[in-house]
């Protein structure tokens, strides 16, 4: 059964970091393109991130151009998302979604498209 599982959410101060991790179990997730996305109560998800099945290319949000970084660790099946100079705006849940065989990634991110979505992460930046 494919299965995607965030982590790495929490709470942080205004200005601090967090890595969210996005792994995969049930399937190779190096064959996929990944994106994460976000939603804060009342608003419509929002696509972030999107990272090709081959590292390349990449897709971000002006919304987080500079501050997020994609990457993945293909022996660990996992992406993560570094997120550094956090702001109150960047609460939300995240989530991680896997699309293939080889979607358009900026297509991915702004579409709101994946195959396997998973449960979510929560991120609070407050004080």
């Known amino acids: 059964q494919p299965q995607l599982v965030e982590s790495g959410g929490g709470l942080v101060q205004p200005g601090g970091s967090l890595r969210l991790s996005c792994a995969a179990s049930?399937?190779?997730?190096?064959?996929?393109?990944v994106g994460w996305f976000r939603q804060a109560p009342g608003k419509e998800r929002e696509g972030l991130s999107c990272?090709?099945?081959?590292?390349?290319?990449?897709y971000y949000a002006d919304s987080v151009k500079g501050r997020f970084t994609i990457s993945r660790d293909n022996a660990k099946n996992t992406v993560y998302l570094q997120m550094n100079s956090l702001k109150p705006e960047d609460t939300a849940v995240y989530y991680c979604a896997a699309e293939g065989p080889a979607p358009i990634i900026q297509d991915m991110c702004v579409m709101i498209r994946g195959t396997y979505w998973g449960q979510g992460t929560q991120v609070t930046v407050s004080s």
């Open positions: 049930g399937f190779t997730l190096s064959s996929y393109a």
């Open positions: 990272i090709s099945a081959i590292d390349e290319p990449t």
